[in-house]
């Protein structure tokens, strides 16, 4: 079996990333980390690598805590995979370092990669934990507003029951002017009308006068009226 340190993995993003993407990928996520130019695929094959040769809570967070304090965004985005990969490997005492990871998101494509599935995973697995995230929703940080939406996507895609408390987080977002608030809105909305078109329709009718535009549109893109 390959063995990485933290400080292989970190040379292995900085040697072999695409020195001409890593620009366009900057200039597309607007963030201020560094970027060496990774795609997705490759990133989810390293962690798959690195994932093998992890096998209890502290060395995941020791890997992870070296990615993300690198400021880095491929080593943020890997260390998302990584935990998904390895979300047997969570506990309890885990939840605070949520709120943290959230904290320091910058962009879009890290909040959710860490959102979905990785916080909606923990959540299906730690359910208590449901009403702290709920509260995220008055947090003046807006990557973990975005995060409280994002991780209902999570039990739409295990074919679970509509979340009680979705609706009232949903709406309480609609007040928001942020563009990236408005797209997760209707983003979570469009995945869960693929299984319950008509109640996403119901609900966006009810609320059309309160919804931004934006969000209404992108719920209903696929629902026919």
């Known amino acids: 079996m390959e063995s990485f340190t933290t400080q292989k993995i970190l040379r292995i993003i900085k040697e072999q990333g695409n020195p001409d993407k890593a620009p366009i990928h900057k200039k597309y996520h607007k963030s ?22 992890i096998t209890d809570n502290d060395t995941l967070f020791i890997y992870s805590a070296h990615l993300w ?6 080593a943020r985005m890997l260390s998302n995979f990584l935990l998904a990969k390895r979300l047997d490997l969570f506990t309890e005492e885990d939840f605070t370092r949520f709120y943290k990871w959230f904290r320091d998101c910058d962009g879009w494509a890290v909040t959710d990669m860490l959102a979905y599935p990785v916080l909606g995973e923990y959540l299906r697995r730690f359910p208590q ?21 994002v991780r209902f996507i999570t039990p739409v895609r295990h074919k679970e029951p509509w979340p009680d408390n979705m609706e009232t987080v949903l709406h309480y977002h609609f007040k928001e002017q942020d563009f990236f608030i408005r ?28 919804m931004a535009p934006l969000s209404y549109r992108e719920a209903i893109r696929n629902v026919k009226k």
């Open 183 to 210: 797209k997760a809105i209707g983003w979570v909305l469009r995945e869960w009308s693929k299984r319950e078109p008509q109640r996403v329709l119901a609900f966006c009718e009810r609320y059309k006068d309160e």
């Open 32 to 53: 201020g980390l560094t970027f060496y130019g990774w795609d997705t695929p490759d990133l989810r094959k390293l962690a798959n690598r690195l994932a093998k040769q």
């Open 69 to 74: 304090a690198s400021e880095i965004w491929d």
């Open 129 to 149: 934990f449901v009403p702290l995230v709920d509260q995220w929703k008055d947090d003046d940080h807006l990557w973990v507003r975005r995060a409280g939406l």
